[in-house]
């Protein structure tokens, strides 16, 4: 497998961090940062248990804060690559983080890993989703110029829900025959290319 963490100057400070914490509280650290993973835009903290956090591992706020995107990171890596355990606690040590550390984190994600990558699979990159669709087909027979035309032309309704505001838009879209078959071979290579990599 490849390397999953690089050796960036901030992951150095980091991990310099993360092996200066109390043992006893980094587990409980991992634990809240684990619950809130699959959350795009959830702190795993609010201000005010930074704050407290801040006193109880003896960091300021800055170095609080890389702490907690820096086991994040290492987190939401682990669940990009479906690491297994042993991986995980290989790569980690290459980046000096001390052995009880390592086995803090890889505790965590040996125990929350299945649910973890599940909820990450449901969540969507975009923020608005397809709900539902209608349609109906139309068929014009005349026109104003014209007494015998065939045209026939699909509508569809599509609902989509923002799932930033839980707000449902209903977006109308009219296809003549040669528009609609074209929309379908795109459905069809999109299809696919989802079934390739499923």
């Given at each position: 497998m490849a390397s999953m963490f690089q050796a960036t100057s901030s992951i150095v400070r980091a991990v310099e961090l993360i092996n200066g914490l109390d043992i006893a509280r980094f587990p409980l650290l991992l634990s809240r940062i684990i619950?809130?993973?699959?959350?795009?835009?959830?702190?795993?903290?609010?201000e005010e248990e930074e704050e407290k956090l801040q006193s109880a591992l003896g960091v300021d706020g800055t170095s609080l804060e890389l702490i907690v995107n820096t086991c994040?990171?290492?987190?939401?890596?682990?669940?990009?690559?479906?690491?297994?355990?042993?991986i995980l606690a290989q790569q980690l040590s290459q980046l000096k983080i001390e052995e009880e550390k390592?086995?803090?984190?890889?505790?965590?994600?040996?125990?929350?890993?299945?649910?973890?990558?599940?909820?990450?699979?449901?969540?969507?990159?975009a923020p608005k989703r397809l709900e539902d669709i209608n349609w109906r087909l139309n068929l014009q027979m005349a026109q104003a110029t014209k007494s015998k035309v065939k045209k026939p032309n699909a509508m569809f309704q599509f609902g989509i829900r923002d799932e930033t505001t839980g707000t449902k838009e209903n977006v109308r879209v009219e296809f003549t025959h040669d528009q609609l078959y074209a929309f379908y071979?795109?459905?069809?290579?999109?299809?696919?290319?989802?079934?390739?990599?499923s």
């Open positions: 619950q809130k993973l699959h959350l795009k835009d959830d702190r795993a903290f609010s994040e990171f290492f987190l939401q890596q682990a669940a990009y690559h479906t690491a297994k355990p042993a390592v086995k803090s984190i890889v505790d965590v994600w040996s125990n929350s890993a299945r649910g973890v990558v599940e909820k990450l699979r449901q969540g969507s990159i071979n795109q459905l069809e290579t999109i299809q696919s290319q989802i079934d390739s990599l």
